[in-house]
């Protein structure tokens, strides 16, 4: 691919998951776009951010890389198994019930059906490099070995416009737009001298290495796949993420401030965490151990500005929350294409561009802030941190987190809406997951774990005060305005099941109308029985959503047909280790 004496539409530096996602969707959408991809490292190189979220998948069959990565047979992943909250013994979280997943399949398979709804574990030096050849085969012009040592920029009215990129060698290049996804290099966010807010109390610091031996995780093969394992300690947690049948990432997180004051070195603190720990010892013992002790501290936060006149910050140099979520990709890759899609919706000219920019940012931040929020639950909800008790007090006061599960699901729900677009999700989470979770972390604060509707008779619509706006979508390399009601923090995008229960509970306020009304909305708009029950399920989640934002008021009346929604301890979705999943029917009745 020609360029003219250095210049390019698009310079983005760093090619990992945020640059290669970027440069693939611009080339594919575009590919008359120049695009240049300055990546500091020859690859493959190892790099941490190894246990996927679903969410991750629709991007990757975007790209068209899907089906590469799937190739490769990168281990599936099909949700977490964790020793955290109120007991010790070990429970799992899955990404789908457990009897959606086939006893047997064969591999490659194909982006559909269950493989939608589960994900990869990944090994970093393979994935990112199989993301980087894929970007170039678009068209990005990928040069390794390049880092960018300099940034020019200046002032326009319009605020801070970078004019140009200048590499170790001394090469120079120029372009039309510039896109930082640089991880927590964060090179230009950094010249351009845009602060980073931290509004967490989280303070951790990672410690990891990688073991390897022949089959090491057959041991915790289920129908061929796997689920990361976390397991507590007193003083923080250790992760095992299977990247093959032959090799791990093992590393242990724990609160800087308690590191600093136990007086140990980073290798005989792994070590000693993982002895502690049988589970995961059992399993790397006979291991062979790379022997590179690795660490990391400080990624708790978020940019002030995420993108200005033509420059755009991407991934982990905009922000990111805890590993506890393992959302850091999921973050990265679906940021990447609302990025790609924002440049590529600038150059049609068609849209408003003051609007676009600010859709980006304000969506881009309030996803990490939100994250940030749910891994300090998550933290604050972990019983078994006896050395750190006093520090996990500190952070649930200060940020508000002695409330109640039910007021905590409330707060959560704040901007979980978006995650994907129509549907409540947070996390990897739906609604009975995060409601699941919270069941387990819930020994601490007072009340039950119920739902809003439980026991309702009446929903009634309550729009008082709300004014309709539009939220920024990005579709097929555009970004596209999506209706949605907003009032205060609180945004309704009237789409998926969310504008189907709007749509339904302006005729209907009785359940029994409302169940009639979706009824009949599902008849309309699906083909298939089962795709009409999945509806019907995410209307309930999202009937949920609304009443704990007040979009809709509960109202029970005496012997009148009533909702029945309960939260059980064990479920598909979540359940303890010896207990195993359990069918629970929920819905409206
Ligand atoms: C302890 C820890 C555990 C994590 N675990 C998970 C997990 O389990 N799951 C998950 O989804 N996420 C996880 N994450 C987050 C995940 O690592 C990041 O979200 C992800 O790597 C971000 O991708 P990126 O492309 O933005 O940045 P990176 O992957 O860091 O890529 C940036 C690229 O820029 C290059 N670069 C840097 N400086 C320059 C320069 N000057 N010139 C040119 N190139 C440059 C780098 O070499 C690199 O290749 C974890 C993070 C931490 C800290």
Redesign the pocket.
């Known amino acids: 691919m020609s360029n003219l004496n250095g210049h390019f539409d698009v310079i983005i ?9 970027t440069g693939a969707l611009l080339r594919k959408y575009n590919p008359n776009l120049r695009v240049l991809i ?4 020859t ?1 493959p ?1 190892d ?7 679903p969410p ?1 998948g629709r991007v990757l069959h975007e790209m068209g890389v899907w089906d590469k990565i799937e190739r490769h047979g990168f281990p599936i992943k099909l949700g977490a198994t964790y020793t955290w909250g109120k007991t010790i013994s070990p429970w799992t979280f899955g990404f789908i019930p457990d009897r959606e997943i086939p006893d047997s399949y064969s591999r490659p398979g194909t982006f559909e059906g269950w493989r939608q709804r589960v994900s990869f ?1 990944v090994d ?1 030096s393979i994935y ?1 490099t199989i993301l980087l050849d894929h970007a170039k085969e678009l068209g990005c012009d990928v040069r390794q070995a ?4 300099s940034i020019t920029h200046d002032r326009t009215k319009a605020g801070k416009r970078v004019t140009g990129v200048e ?2 060698s001394g090469e120079k290049f120029t372009a039309r737009y510039y896109v930082d ?7 230009m966010r950094r010249a351009l001298g845009i602060k980073v807010d931290a509004p967490t109390l989280l303070r ?1 610091v ?1 410690f ?1 290495d990688y073991w390897s031996a022949p089959g090491m995780n057959k041991a915790i093969l289920e129908k061929k796949a796997v689920r ?1 394992q976390i397991r507590s300690l007193p003083y923080g947690w250790v ?1 095992y ?1 299977a990247l093959s049948d032959d090799r791990t990432s093992v ?1 242990l ?1 724990c609160n800087a401030e308690w590191y600093k004051t136990c007086g140990k070195r980073p290798d005989d603190l792994l070590m000693e965490s993982l002895r502690s720990e049988a589970t995961v010892w059992n399993l790397i013992k006979d291991a062979t151990r790379k022997g590179k002790l690795e660490s ?1 501290t400080d ?1 708790s936060y978020v940019a002030d500005e995420t993108c200005g006149e033509n420059w755009f910050l ?5 922000g ?1 929350a ?2 506890i ?8 890759h679906t ?2 294409q609302h990025a790609a899609s924002t440049i590529l919706e600038l150059d049609h000219g068609e849209e408003d561009a003051a609007w676009l920019r600010r859709e980006y940012n304000n969506t881009q931040r309030r996803r990490v802030i939100q994250h940030m929020k749910f891994a300090e639950y998550w933290y604050t909800g972990n019983g078994q941190f006896s050395a750190v008790r006093e520090n996990c007090a500190a952070i649930a006061k200060e940020a508000g987190l002695t409330m109640s599960p039910e007021e905590a699901f409330r707060w959560l729900s704040h901007g979980g809406i978006d995650d994907h677009v129509g549907q409540f999700a947070i996390g990897g989470l739906g609604l009975s997951g995060v409601k699941s979770v919270q069941m387990r972390l819930s020994h601490d604060h007072a009340g039950d774990v119920t739902y809003t509707i439980d026991g309702a008779t009446d929903l009634v619509l309550n729009l008082r005060g709300a004014t309709r706006t539009d939220m920024a979508h990005p579709e097929n390399g555009r970004v596209i305005r999506l209706p949605i009601l907003e009032r205060g923090k609180s945004r309704v995008p009237l789409t998926g099941t969310y504008a189907a229960v709007v749509e339904v509970l302006k005729r209907a306020s009785t359940v029994d109308m409302v169940l009639a009304g979706l009824q009949e909305y599902a008849r309309r708009h699906f083909a298939t029985a089962m795709d009409a029950r999945g509806f019907l399920s995410s209307c309930t989640q999202s009937m949920e959503a609304l009443a704990s934002q007040g979009w809709i008021e509960v109202r029970r009346r005496p012997n009148a047909p009533a909702i029945s929604l309960k939260t059980p301890e064990e479920g598909e979705i979540v359940y303890s280790e010896e207990k195993g999943p359990t069918r629970v029917d929920r819905g409206l009745i």
């Open positions: 530096i760093g090619g990992g998951p945020g640059g290669s996602t300055l990546e500091r490292e690859f190189r790099h941490i951010g190894e246990s996927q979220l991750i574990q970093r990112d390049a880092k960018v040592k590499l170790e996804a640089s991880g927590n290099a964060a090179v951790n990672a990891w990361i992760w993420i590393g997180v990391t990624w991407v991934g982990e140099c905009l990111f805890d590993p979520l393992s959302a850091g990709l999921t973050l990265t940021c990447a």
